[in-house]
């Protein structure tokens, strides 16, 4: 390698890989996934240079292991499960699931495959890992720090004035994040910052969660009812909503329950998301589409069941920034619980823009996954046909049920 190993610990990864990961090991240990890497922007090409620092930046990540004051800050966890623990005790990366070529247009092309309970895992490092070496190795990262810090200073002093009001928010960048000192530093000023009233409640990143004593957060993705939904193939995918509701209460019930409404569209997730399901998760998450209309869209929903919005939560987590965090909790102050999940913006906010790269789940147990998503352009799939199949059944459903 030539620079110093960007991931250092397998904590280093979503809050909601470890929620995913326990339901996977107890009820889907057999399942099956290919995940596939994407870079979204047309002008970024990753150099021959940049994919070898990948590949070894990957193989030094898959030589690690948790460590035993690790796990006994997941046990923790109030809903972790000592099976689980021992599970991860034994746990590591298999460099053997990659595949990482030059062979794509943007210079990079990386897939995983095996089980499901390996592959998940492996989403977050690597998209952490493919960001941190493209800034570092295409620009002047001294002077890209240089301006993340003092626009991160800008935005810390709107909180602490009182120019915008986040409310209850949670950092969630390290997909995206411009490197690790990048988002070490900005979870250490908000977490030690005097906010006039937002209140920072934690972060996705287990690592700084557990370094800072913040809250690690995060509940499902969309993988989750991908997988769940349409891996199995006796199931109607257009379903998918249910079983992967009805699979995470058998494993948690009342606890850690944030639904992720839109993975196959928010209108098709309402028509699972009755008065059992509502009432036993605390909240939903938003992450497409207009938020202002999809929560007014929830509210309208919990009052049609009989149960007080007031009760409940609102996470929005789709390209937010301090203004719009602003704007969407006093439109629904006082009727609804909002919080705010905020990646990019504080994670990668510099004077060049940020890589929209991501890494989805294309198949599950040798079938196409697919997500539809509230807006075009989200989603990912390999296969066109099973794209148009799912959106038949989905449009069968809706205009039948």
Not at 109 to 120: A, P, R
């Amino acid at each position: 390698m030539k620079l110093q190993p960007i991931i250092v610990s397998l904590l280093e990864t979503d809050m909601y890989k470890f929620s995913m990961g326990q339901a996977i090991y107890h009820q889907f240990s057999d399942y099956k996934t290919t995940w596939t890497f994407k870079c979204r922007n047309k002008d970024v090409k990753f150099t021959e240079e940049m994919v070898e620092e990948i590949r070894e930046q990957i193989k030094s990540y898959c030589k690690l292991r948790f460590t035993e004051e690790e796990l006994e800050y997941l046990n923790k966890i109030r809903w972790i499960k000592g099976s689980y623990i021992d599970f991860l005790r034994l746990w590591q990366p298999r460099y053997e699931d990659f595949e990482i070529t030059t062979d794509a247009e943007c210079g990079l092309f990386i897939e995983t495959k095996g089980t499901w309970l390996n592959t998940s895992f492996y989403e977050i490092p690597t998209l952490a890992i493919v960001n941190e070496v493209y800034f570092r190795m295409q620009y002047d990262y001294d002077s890209l720090i240089k301006s993340f810090e003092e626009k991160l200073d800008e935005k810390v002093g709107w909180l602490v004035s009182g120019k915008y009001y986040a409310g209850s928010f949670s950092e969630f960048g390290l997909r995206r994040r411009l490197s690790a000192q990048a988002q070490e530093m900005a979870v250490k000023k908000l977490s030690e910052a005097r906010l006039c009233s937002s209140v920072f409640v934690g972060t996705s990143n287990v690592y700084l969660a557990k370094k800072f004593g913040v809250l690690p957060v995060g509940t499902m993705a969309h993988e989750w009812i991908m997988c769940v939904g349409q891996g199995n193939h006796k199931h109607n995918p257009a379903y998918s909503n249910w079983y992967a509701l009805d699979a995470w209460v058998k494993e948690y019930s009342v606890l850690n329950g944030t639904a992720l409404t839109d993975a196959i569209t928010t209108d098709c997730f309402l028509r699972d998301f009755q008065l059992t399901y509502a009432t036993l998760f605390s909240g939903v998450r938003h992450d497409s589409g207009d938020p202002v209309e999809w929560g007014e869209k929830m509210v309208k929903h919990y009052e049609s069941l009989g149960i007080d919005p007031k009760t409940k939560t609102l996470l929005f987590s789709d390209s937010l920034n301090f203004k719009k965090a602003d704007e969407i909790f006093r439109h629904f102050n006082g009727r609804v619980k909002v919080a705010f999940g905020i990646g990019t913006y504080i994670s990668n906010d510099t004077k060049v823009p940020p890589l929209n790269i991501v890494m989805k789940t294309t198949a599950c147990n040798g079938m196409d996954v697919a997500k539809i998503s509230d807006v075009q352009g989200k989603g990912m799939c390999k296969n066109p046909a099973y794209e148009e199949y799912l959106m038949r059944c989905i449009k069968w459903r809706m205009e039948r049920q």
